[in-house]
């Protein structure tokens, strides 16, 4: 089980956030976000946005923390990546 948070430094909403993803499962994501109490509301197709004072938590959790460009490759790698001309024919937050 491989789940991934990069360092809060996207600003929104009075915060940063981090993203959270799994570079091997959708339904591995799912799990741990609720495992976490992490609201589906906050999945983005192919990744959770996490507000900062998650951060730790997660860590302390077993998500693996790496730089976002390093947390991008390997979402790309499973073939889990949603790109924009994907969300065109996707429905914005599925599940939710």
């Given at each position: 089980?491989?789940?991934?948070?990069?360092?809060?430094?996207?600003?929104?909403?009075?915060?940063?956030?981090?993203h959270?993803?799994?570079?091997?499962?959708?339904?591995?994501l799912?799990?741990?976000?609720?495992?976490?109490?992490?609201?589906?509301?906050?999945?983005?197709?192919?990744?959770?946005?996490?507000?900062?004072?998650?951060?730790?938590?997660?860590?302390?959790?077993?998500?693996?923390?790496?730089?976002?460009?390093?947390?991008?490759?390997?979402?790309?790698?499973?073939?889990?990546?949603?790109?924009?001309?994907?969300?065109?024919?996707?429905?914005?937050?599925p599940?939710?």
């Amino acid at each position: 089980m491989t789940v991934l948070i990069d360092r809060p430094m996207w600003p929104a909403h009075g915060t940063v956030w981090s993203h959270l993803v799994s570079d091997t499962s959708l339904d591995e994501l799912h799990a741990f976000a609720a495992a976490n109490e992490i609201p589906r509301r906050g999945f983005d197709l192919d990744h959770y946005d996490v507000p900062a004072r998650l951060y730790d938590v997660l860590v302390a959790a077993g998500a693996h923390p790496v730089g976002n460009r390093e947390l991008v490759l390997r979402l790309r790698a499973s073939g889990l990546r949603v790109t924009k001309r994907d969300r065109a024919t996707r429905p914005e937050h599925p599940g939710s």
